[in-house]
């Protein structure tokens, strides 16, 4: 379940989750700093109260060395794997669509915008080098550029 908080709670890209080191959390300042993105630049994003707790209890019970979240054989999950546990998780949700991890990260898009959070801020948390990439999400959402609230949360 962390993955998938990991998704959609801060935006990221399968390839982010499954090298996401133990070290990149920063559980004081509440960020994460997501290293050697798209474009080969690291950028820091938000790290939701709700999803720390999921990771610490993770933490605590798989006990990973380097990246948080480790493969069985290999040294991190396949992107493969992540797909397949977000598909079965939407079917066990009964949620007729096709789902992809990707969508994940478009929604948190989305619901920022709806919160109304600045197309800046969620530019700067996806990491998207043009603002246009971004204001592709404006056609979903009203934003009215309210208070910061990550969408996780309001799970």
């Known amino acids: 379940m962390c993955i998938m908080k990991l998704l959609y709670g801060c935006g990221l890209r399968v390839s982010e989750v499954i090298t996401l080191k133990i070290s990149d959390i920063d559980s004081g300042n509440m960020r994460i700093l997501i290293r050697n993105a798209k474009g080969k630049k690291d950028r820091i ?56 991890p990707h969508m994940l990260r478009h929604s948190y898009a989305t619901h920022q915008l709806e919160n109304g959070v600045s197309i800046q801020y969620i530019q700067a948390a996806l990491g998207h080098k043009n603002i246009t990439t971004t204001e592709l999400y404006n056609h979903v959402a009203n934003s009215s550029n309210k208070i910061k609230i990550n969408p996780l949360d309001h799970l």
């Open 45 to 100: 994003v938000a790290l939701p109260k709700s999803l720390l707790f999921s990771l610490e209890q993770y933490y605590k019970l798989y006990q990973p060395k380097t990246v948080v979240f480790e493969g069985q054989k290999a040294q991190h999950y396949s992107p493969k794997s992540i797909q397949v546990f977000v598909k079965k998780y939407a079917q066990k949700a009964e949620i007729q669509k096709k789902v992809t």
